[in-house]
């Protein structure tokens, strides 16, 4: 919202020596964001004045239009001659009113002005246009103003060239301040003034010779007034300081009719719009768009309605989007000077609208047609329903005394009923949340300088002013007498810690998981838990799995993703890809975080109250409408593990650093994962791991599959790993102890396998261990081997056995009875032999 501040000083009489920067100050401290504080004509300096046009010579021989002109600045130029001032222009004619700038002058830029010889001509001045005086980006041609102002007027101050203009940026809980009013009153809550208020008009009463109006949805719209101007000249144009207030404010001058219905919607912040009666069949009807009905809107463009928009319409169907456009059929006609007669056709009856309609269906339908406007900006974040009688009265007051009609005395307002909101407030809650002493007084004071009628002692019953739909709870309220007080007064104080416990040891385990996979060369990432269908599709999700059951948001930041993940891989591949793009070819990343899985029954999640503790019924109501949200570990890796150098090629990731990370994570936990084959997607099938804690399946790990890494635009051989947080504790997570240091020495015995190739390495190594006994430190499978020396269907697993004992030096008796006694297992359980046996 861009405020001049000489328009400002109209409803709030600030002090005299007040900056725009001083004001920008006290609203900030009032909680208003004043971005910039636009200073307009500073470098402007004059001789700027009125001029006519005595006679106009066009110039021949060049490529463009060229006009040598002589004007009247009457004693602006100290002779009281004409001055001779060539110009390309030719928008103007010989009698016309112009803005001329003198030699001397300089111009917003800054662009001195001085006599120069051009064309063949002296030009002794400039004849302005509205983008050399900074008023606006037009160009097309300079400014013809109206008749009434003489030659030699001062035209700074009578096009207002210097002022100052804030741009606040207005958060959506404070709609009311897109508006003069808005802004006006917190400027004089900030200087403890008193506000003249725009929209305090007398308002003739509804009668029932209004137009005629019918509501089928007044859910959509509450409030319609309706009023009626007949016998406007189409000729009349906006005066000087209509036009100039909607330019400072960042809107350009159309037509009378349309820049006062902008006028009244920054004045007062109830958006207007304006028809052609003549152009009307018959009764105004708000009602919802049918299937396949479309508008063409004031832009020009043919839109396809949905069922949800809500229409204004006449006999012969949509004449508006409400609350974000009006309709081509019924707009106000541009005036149109016939060049035989000397007359202006044009609209000359007009009927006004001032409705409130529902904030979330206009939101809807600006996004729904990428349609934003300043009307459904205002809408969209909640009008005042009771300023639409006064913003009618005040649109139709500047009809009549500027556009010379005449009010018809029908007045229309239907309105749904409104009652009153009352909140309950303890009159020391602001002191409680602030943490410092405001007086009943104070409190009242400052609730009644934002519009709320308060009555009450210790208890106060505050009912807030239909412009505020944010107020709705006590804290609300609290918070508009610390902020009008002032941020800077609330005390800064420690808050009194009570002693905690300490991490729990899942939280423990977080930390060593994120630890020991940064140690091992990972690097965190961290990614937004949204997902669609489309990144579904590509992981190769099948049509049934449980992963592509998400829970979707209401309102998601993007509508390709409306959904929250039940899975950290397509955030995780995501940042993979990126990173790729920029060139990190070699990547080894991880997150940890909460993946969300709806519940097989869903419910609305309560509304809790905010001024007591919720009771233990309404915090289990709650816990029951979330979904289980499991947290996960995932990693992901592309490119070389190992890297190349003069020490010659090195080793790509592969499935096997994915199950090793997944390992590295269980050590954190002290668990003991076991893995074997499976085939999951995204994985590949051959290149799967299942993973497992006892029976239950914690994860998997793996190679991508190649369709998945085609679709995801990812480098051959990615690899990734998923594993559940959850479930690896309830398998058995303990405390991680230190290992133990051995002063003995160790003893190492090597054992050759074969067994059938579709005997899994992992089942053959746990049998080695469980029958090695308490010995056994350490196993390490070190070489895989098949061939016709171990027969066809076989294959020969190398394993090297560490012994030690933590109070002796073993014999060889003792090492080689404990390798008989793990090769005796093994074979019992996997039918393994002893190659060379």
Request: net charge negative.
């Amino acid at each position: 919202m861009r405020v001049p501040l000489s328009w400002l000083r109209e409803y709030v009489d600030l002090p005299a020596g007040e900056t725009g920067r001083d004001v920008a100050a006290r609203l900030v401290r009032a909680g208003l964001e004043v971005e910039t504080v636009e200073q307009l004509g500073a470098d402007l300096k004059g001789p700027l004045v009125v001029g006519q046009v005595l006679s106009i010579e066009t110039l021949t021989g060049f490529k463009k239009p060229i006009r040598h002109c002589f004007v009247n600045v009457g004693d602006a130029n100290g002779t009281g001659e004409p001055q001779e001032i060539v110009c390309g222009a030719t928008n103007f004619a010989v009698g016309d009113k112009v803005v001329v700038v003198l030699p001397g002058a300089v111009l917003p830029g800054p662009f001195p002005i001085a006599a120069r010889q051009t064309y063949g001509h002296t030009s002794a001045g400039m004849i302005c246009s509205a983008r050399e005086l900074g008023m606006g980006d037009d160009h097309d041609g300079i400014i013809v103003l109206p008749p009434e102002y003489e030659p030699g007027t001062d035209a700074i101050e009578l096009l207002q060239l210097v002022d100052e203009v804030l741009d606040i940026a207005v958060t959506p809980d404070r709609g009311y301040c897109l508006s003069m009013r808005g802004v006006a009153r917190e400027a004089a809550a900030a200087y403890g003034l008193p506000l003249a208020d725009p929209a305090l008009l007398d308002v003739p009463p509804a009668n029932s010779y209004g137009y005629l109006v019918k509501v089928a949805d007044p859910i959509g719209c509450d409030r319609f007034v309706a009023r009626t101007v007949t016998g406007v000249d189409p000729s009349a144009q906006s005066p000087i300081w209509l036009q100039r207030r909607l330019q400072k404010s960042g809107i350009r001058p159309i037509s009378l009719t349309v820049d006062i219905t902008n006028y009244v919607m920054l004045e007062v912040g109830q958006p207007l719009h304006a028809y052609d009666r003549n152009r009307v069949d018959g009764p105004i009807q708000v009602r919802r768009a049918a299937q396949g009905e479309s508008l063409t809107t004031l832009d020009g463009v043919q839109r396809k309605l949905s069922p949800e928009d809500l229409l204004i319409c006449d006999n012969s169907g949509p004449i508006g989007l409400a609350g974000v456009m009006g309709g081509a059929s019924t707009e106000i006609l541009d005036p149109v000077l016939d060049p035989e007669t000397g007359e202006v056709t044009g609209s000359t009856e007009v009927i006004v609208e001032a409705a409130h309609f529902d904030a979330v269906a206009i939101a809807r339908s600006a996004k729904r047609h990428k349609l934003p406007s300043e009307a459904s900006k205002r809408f969209e974040r909640g009008v005042d329903p009771e300023a639409a009688r006064a913003a009618a009265q005040r649109a139709v007051d500047l009809l009549v005394l500027i556009a010379g009609g005449t009010a018809e005395a029908g007045v229309t307002d239907i309105a749904a009923p409104h009652p009153l909101r009352t909140i309950a407030i303890d009159a020391d809650l602001p002191d409680r949340v602030a943490g410092t002493a405001y007086s009943r007084e104070t409190v009242t004071r400052r609730l009644q300088e934002i519009g709320c009628t308060v009555v009450g002692t210790d208890i106060l019953e505050v009912t807030p002013p239909t412009w505020r739909p944010d107020l709705t709870d006590p804290y609300d309220l609290a918070e508009e007498v610390i902020r009008l007080e002032g941020y800077d007064n609330v005390p800064a104080r420690m808050p009194t810690v009570p002693p905690g416990r300490g991490l729990t040891e899942a939280q423990r385990f977080h930390r060593r998981a994120g630890v020991a996979l940064a140690g091992a060369g990972y690097v965190e990432v961290n990614n937004y838990p949204f997902i669609g269908e489309a990144v579904l599709d590509a992981l190769g999700l099948e049509p049934g799995d449980e992963r592509r059951r998400t829970v979707t948001l209401v309102n998601p930041l993007n509508d390709e993703e409306p959904g929250l993940r039940t899975t950290l891989l397509p955030g995780l591949l995501g940042a993979l890809r990126r990173n790729i793009g920029r060139g990190n070819t070699d990547l080894a990343i991880f997150e940890t975080g909460t993946v969300f899985l709806p519940k097989p029954e869903l419910s609305v999640a309560p509304r809790l109250p905010v001024d007591r503790r919720p009771s233990e019924a309404e915090l289990a109501e709650l816990d029951a409408a979330l979904p289980h949200q499991p947290r996960r570990i995932a990693v992901a890796l592309a490119g070389e593990r190992l890297p190349s150098g003069w020490w010659g090629k090195g080793a790509g990731a592969s499935w096997a650093d994915a199950v090793e990370a997944a390992r590295t994570v269980a050590r954190a936990a002290n668990v003991e994962l076991t893995v074997r084959q499976a085939q999951l997607a995204p994985w590949h099938p051959g290149r799967c791991a299942e993973l497992l804690v006892g029976e239950v399946v914690v994860g998997h790990a793996g190679e991508l599959h190649p369709r998945v890494i085609k679709a995801l635009h990812l480098p051959e051989r990615t690899a990734a790993m998923e594993i559940d947080v959850d479930l690896l504790f309830a398998g058995g997570g303990q405390r991680v102890s230190g290992p133990v240091v051995a002063s003995y020495p160790v003893a190492t015995q090597d054992v050759a396998l074969i067994v059938d190739a579709a005997v899994p390495a992992g089942e053959v190594e746990r049998a080695l261990r469980d029958g090695a006994g308490e010995l056994l430190e350490a196993i390490r499978l070190f070489d895989v081997f098949t061939g016709e020396q171990v027969g066809a269907g076989k294959k020969s697993l190398a394993y090297s056995l560490r012994f030690r004992a933590t109070d002796r030096t073993l014999t060889a008796d003792e090492a080689s009875a404990a390798r008989a006694g793990a090769v005796a297992v093994a074979a019992e359980r996997t039918g393994a032999v002893l190659r060379g046996a």
